[in-house]
């Protein structure tokens, strides 16, 4: 009894296994911010300043960016960062910041945005990745923005460290 247990147990996980298998991973070359990337996203091409890499589905988008802080004031670019999204019409429904993290979140018509950044380079700069898909998916993205979120970080191999 106890083996068919662990065989119906092994089956189950055998396809979550697969499935993280399949992520990948970004690390920009100019900041070092690097993130997770789920499988079936598709890199973007190549921005000219070399600063980050979008990644695509037909219905959801991962940017991955880095960018160097001005005034040296992480929560001051978090504040701007939210007020950009706010601009472009994002209704930001969470926000929360420390000193070493920050996360906010918001809704405009269907679509829902996640974005989280840390700081990077020592504190000059600034690490981020900014998710949008569709509100229809959101169980089935949940575990996606909370693996973005653990893997988030800071590689030590940018070259504009």
């Given at each position: 009894m106890m083996r068919q247990i662990l065989l119906a147990l092994c089956l189950a996980l055998a396809p979550v296994a697969a499935v993280a298998a399949d992520w990948g991973r970004y690390v920009n070359e100019r900041f070092g911010v690097a993130v997770d990337?789920?499988?079936?996203?598709?890199?973007?091409?190549?921005?000219?300043?070399?600063?980050?890499?979008?990644?695509?589905?037909?219905?959801?988008?991962?940017?991955?960016?880095?960018?160097?802080?001005?005034?040296?004031d992480?929560?001051?670019?978090?504040?701007?960062?939210?007020?950009?999204?706010?601009?472009?019409?994002?209704?930001?429904?969470?926000?929360?910041?420390?000193?070493?993290?920050?996360?906010?979140?918001?809704?405009?018509?269907?679509?829902?945005?996640?974005?989280r950044a840390e700081p990077i380079c020592g504190g000059d700069a600034i690490g981020a990745f900014e998710f949008t898909y569709s509100s229809a998916d959101r169980a089935a993205f949940d575990p996606?923005?909370?693996?973005?979120?653990?893997?988030?970080?800071?590689?030590?191999?940018?070259?504009q460290c």
């Amino acid at each position: 009894m106890m083996r068919q247990i662990l065989l119906a147990l092994c089956l189950a996980l055998a396809p979550v296994a697969a499935v993280a298998a399949d992520w990948g991973r970004y690390v920009n070359e100019r900041f070092g911010v690097a993130v997770d990337v789920p499988p079936g996203f598709a890199p973007g091409e190549q921005p000219a300043n070399g600063d980050g890499l979008s990644f695509a589905t037909p219905t959801a988008k991962l940017s991955v960016f880095g960018s160097l802080l001005f005034a040296r004031d992480f929560e001051a670019e978090v504040r701007q960062r939210i007020a950009w999204a706010e601009a472009e019409g994002w209704a930001i429904t969470y926000q929360a910041s420390t000193p070493s993290w920050a996360s906010w979140s918001g809704q405009r018509g269907s679509r829902i945005l996640y974005a989280r950044a840390e700081p990077i380079c020592g504190g000059d700069a600034i690490g981020a990745f900014e998710f949008t898909y569709s509100s229809a998916d959101r169980a089935a993205f949940d575990p996606v923005v909370n693996r973005l979120v653990r893997s988030l970080g800071d590689s030590g191999q940018g070259w504009q460290c």
